[in-house]
């Protein structure tokens, strides 16, 4: 699965879109999310990625959908797999569709 750009990590979008423009520090958001300071870094430093339960939680704050944040997050990770995953020398093929 090749796509023509990298997609951003969702923890750039939500930094970049949301917490620099609204000027949150990384405690505050933490605090309105009822999370921790250190798992905010970590998704916002992209060392973590969007769980479901955070998309939920983000959904909620930010009035989007917690699809948005969990379809980026699935570009993302599909994105970085298929940089490092070749089906053609790693996976046997047991079927072919007929159709």
Request: charged residues 25%; proline residues 6%.
């Amino acid at each position: 699965m090749k796509t023509m750009f990298k997609p951003v990590h969702p923890g750039r979008i939500l930094r970049d879109d949301y917490q620099e423009p609204l000027e949150l520090t990384t405690g505050e958001l933490a605090s309105a999310l009822g999370v921790s300071r250190q798992t905010m870094a970590a998704i916002l430093n992209e060392r973590a990625g969007i769980s479901p339960e955070m998309a939920l939680r983000l959904s909620r704050a930010f009035d989007t959908t917690p699809d948005l944040w969990i379809g980026m997050q699935r570009n993302y990770d599909l994105y970085n797999a298929a940089e490092k995953f070749n089906p053609e020398t790693e996976v046997r093929q047991l079927y072919t569709s007929t159709i």
